[in-house]
């Protein structure tokens, strides 16, 4: 699979949106980009995937670059609640799921 | 909301005793997953299994681990000795498909004294 970078952490404020980097440069056609965030050691909970086309639900919308090297999760009006790691992760044709260091994202009041 | 759930959520036990972790996977699931986190390191893959058969393990995934599905609805890891460096957060996942997305239990906090 792969390789993801992403900052290693950042801060927004209540209300705002956040908007969470990570950087694909490898991906190669079949792979998909899966975002999950972690809660304070809690397991870690899906948030949204793509392959190409941008997609949205009810937690967040994940923008794909066109030529696919980059993708941004957006958290649309974070809240308290948000505060956790993020994680972008590349998936192929594995059964596993391969974490990295994640983007702690902070929310402050 | 269907989820995953473990069982215990803290073992603790002394060193080379054998400890079984417990999963019930989301119910119409077929494809099941271990993993864990070592306090302050990343999330780390162990095992996926289906249809009876592991079908990808890691490393990690040593002569000391097994994984087992004794009924219709549990999914156990065992480790056999524990060691020190056992110590970590246990994460139990399942999914409909091998390729589908995979929903994470809460975890079991594994202690080894």
């Known amino acids: 699979d792969a390789k993801t970078t992403q900052p290693p952490s950042m801060d927004c404020a209540e209300g705002r949106a956040a908007n969470l980097p990570c950087n694909h440069s490898?991906?190669?056609?079949?792979?998909?980009v899966y975002w999950y965030r972690q809660i304070h050691s809690q397991g870690p909970q899906y948030i949204i995937h793509?392959?190409?086309n941008n997609e949205t639900n009810e937690m967040a919308s994940l923008i794909i670059t066109e030529d696919r090297k980059s993708s941004t999760l957006i958290l649309p009006h974070a809240t308290l609640r948000d505060t956790a790691v993020y994680y972008c992760i590349v998936r192929g044709n594995d059964y596993k799921l391969s974490f990295g260091a994640g983007t702690t994202v902070t929310v402050r009041a | 909301e269907p989820e995953v759930t473990q069982t215990p959520s803290h073992q603790v036990t002394q060193m080379g005793q054998e400890v079984i972790l417990r999963c019930v996977p989301i119910?119409?699931?077929?494809?099941f997953y271990w993993y864990r986190q070592i306090l302050g390191q990343k999330v780390e893959f162990l095992v996926s299994f289906y249809n009876n058969e592991i079908s990808e393990k890691s490393e990690i995934f040593d002569d000391q681990f097994s994984v087992e599905r004794p009924d219709g609805s549990n999914f156990t890891l065992k480790i056999r000795s524990t060691k020190l460096e056992d110590s970590a957060m246990y994460f139990c996942?399942?999914?409909?498909?091998?390729?589908?997305?995979?929903?994470f239990g809460a975890g079991t906090r594994l202690s080894v004294l």
């Open positions: 996942a399942s999914s409909e498909t091998g390729r589908d997305i995979q929903y």
């Open positions: 490898t991906i190669s056609g079949n792979e998909y």
């Open positions: 793509g392959l190409k």
């Open positions: 119910s119409n699931h077929l494809y």
